[in-house]
């Protein structure tokens, strides 16, 4: 078919034109060649891109499930820090309690050791024989 359009084309138009019309017909074929080389490059970047993509997909997962670790661990580090704060009001609670009890039964033990005057001065003092 081509080669018919050629022959029409150098019948009709001379030789001048049809070397026009060739060199013409060359510079679309090697148009065309440039714009299939440059879709092959367009077609890799897509690949690459997609390659890339998928391996960002991925970190992304794993970022996402570090994250929900990381909410676990926070949410039950702060239940602990909760617990650990009524343990220590109450162990303090407890210690004033033991150090007033300590002070009641020291108190006790001291008025009960020595004697004391209560004001009366007439009495003699008790001798050791």
Known sequence: ??????????QEQGRGRVLDTINEIQ??????KDLEKNLKELHQVFLDMAVLVQ?????????????????SFVRGGTQQLQTARKHQKNTRKW??????????IALVVI???KPWDW??????PASNP
């Open 111 to 113: 008025l009960s050791l």
């Open 119 to 124: 004001g009366d001065s007439n009495s003699p």
């Open 95 to 104: 210690t004033c309690y033991a150090i007033i009890l300590l002070l009641i």
């Open 1 to 10: 078919e081509s080669e018919t359009f050629l022959q029409k084309a150098i």
């Open 27 to 32: 510079e679309r074929h090697d148009a065309v």
């Open 55 to 71: 391996a960002q997909g991925e970190q992304l997962d794993d970022i996402e499930s570090h994250v929900a670790r990381a909410n």
